[in-house]
């Protein structure tokens, strides 16, 4: 018997419920810091929609960046989409806001525990044109040229979705 097609998506499923405990092992840390030896490592896609990041660590790491949650952190906070976070890279404090959902791994070596993630395509967006989309629609509604939306091609995204 052929394997049916899995239309539910059980791979996406479980890396959403595996995100929740990336949220509560953050959020613990936010509530009440880092118990005993637990320390993070999160790595994250810097251009995924909704990173907030500082343009020189953007420069420094456009694809993704590894950030260490262990002994110098402030304002850590773990929201329903997004983790916030200040860091200090060459000595200056950087806030940074993360969706989950840019996370491709999580891994805190205090335990031996980790987790990684797939981004699917349709999601790994490139920031700067995102920004750039946001920039051209800000100038066009701040100047009152209402200019029509551009027809383009429309993508069917199941060409892209793993089998």
């Known amino acids: 018997m052929a394997a049916t097609e899995d239309q539910m998506?059980?791979?996406l499923m479980a890396q959403e419920a595996l995100r929740g405990v990336v949220r509560?092992?953050?959020a613990k840390a936010a509530e009440s810091g880092m118990p005993g030896s637990h320390h993070f490592y999160i790595t994250f896609n810097t251009r995924f929609a909704g990173v907030t990041i500082d343009e020189k660590l953007l420069e420094k790491?456009?694809?993704e960046i590894t950030i260490v949650l262990e002994h110098q952190f402030w304002d850590l906070a773990a929201l329903d989409?997004?983790?916030?976070?200040t860091l200090s890279f060459d000595g200056a404090p950087k806030y940074l806001s993360v969706p989950y959902r840019a996370v491709t791994s999580f891994h805190?070596?205090?335990v031996g525990f980790g987790l990684k993630f797939e981004?699917?395509?349709e999601e790994n967006i490139d920031i700067s044109a995102a920004n750039a989309k946001t920039e051209e629609v800000k100038q066009s509604t701040n100047t009152g040229d209402l200019a029509p939306a551009a027809s383009g091609d429309v993508v069917n995204l199941d060409a892209f979705r793993r089998k």
Request: hydrophobic share 40%; aromatic share 16%; glycine share 0%.
């Open 119 to 121: 981004i699917p395509a």
């Open 108 to 110: 805190d070596p205090a």
């Open 61 to 63: 790491y456009p694809e």
């Open 81 to 85: 989409e997004h983790f916030e976070v």
């Open 24 to 26: 509560a092992a953050i």
């Open 9 to 11: 998506r059980y791979d």
